[in-house]
């Protein structure tokens, strides 16, 4: 089972993106599981949403302790959260962040085995015209992990978001996956 924790702000899409990333992985055939946690409940304060893939029947109802892959959709949350709290020895953390690979391991509590970095927010700005990275973070997902194809993401996003707001919201996953830098490290 892979299990992935998203970390965002209220009004960010951290709940959007987890569900997304679920129905794409459904399309590819996975057993998936997505929900979100609340702290308080308002704009801009911080949200963790959960996502579960496996090619088997998901009996599990907690919430992510040891994550494989931590999405951090707003980068502030590095200086006030732990983001790599429980995250597995070969886990990924993808983040949008226009910062350098040493200045965001910096941050880090914990060293992932994969480091993934896209300025997210200036793909949002330019395709959508608004600050809401979730969608392109997704392309990020999909680039630095292989747990499901950008065309299934693509697809999903297009479900979520009718019309030529779908259409927006895929090209922004799809210009995230070609910008994202994947780091071994």
């Known amino acids: 089972m892979i299990e992935i924790r998203f970390h965002g702000r209220g009004g960010q899409g951290a709940v959007t993106a987890a569900n997304i990333l679920a129905s794409a992985a459904f399309k590819a055939g996975k057993y998936v599981q997505a929900f979100p946690f609340f702290g308080v409940e308002r704009r801009g304060a911080p949200v963790t949403a959960f996502t579960r893939i496996d090619d088997k ?3 599990i109802k907690t919430q992510i302790y040891e994550p494989d892959i931590v999405v951090v959709l707003d980068p502030s949350l590095l200086d006030t959260v732990d983001v790599t709290a429980g995250l597995k020895d070969d886990g990924i953390v993808i983040v949008n962040t226009e910062k350098s690979k040493e200045e965001v391991l910096e941050k880090l509590k914990k060293k ?3 480091l993934a970095l896209v300025d997210a927010t200036t793909i949002a700005l330019d395709v959508l015209g ?3 990275t979730n969608t392109a973070i997704l392309g990020a997902v999909a680039k630095a992990t292989g747990i499901v194809e950008l065309d299934y993401v693509k697809e999903a996003i297009k479900e979520t978001f009718s019309g030529a707001l779908g259409e927006k919201n895929a090209k922004a996953a799809e210009e995230a996956f070609n910008k994202t830098v994947v ?3």
Do not use: N
Request: glycine share 0%; no cysteine; aromatic share 8%.
């Open 57 to 59: 029947p998901i009996r």
């Open 112 to 114: 992932p085995a994969k």
């Open 130 to 132: 608004l600050p809401i």
């Open 183 to 185: 780091y071994e490290l």
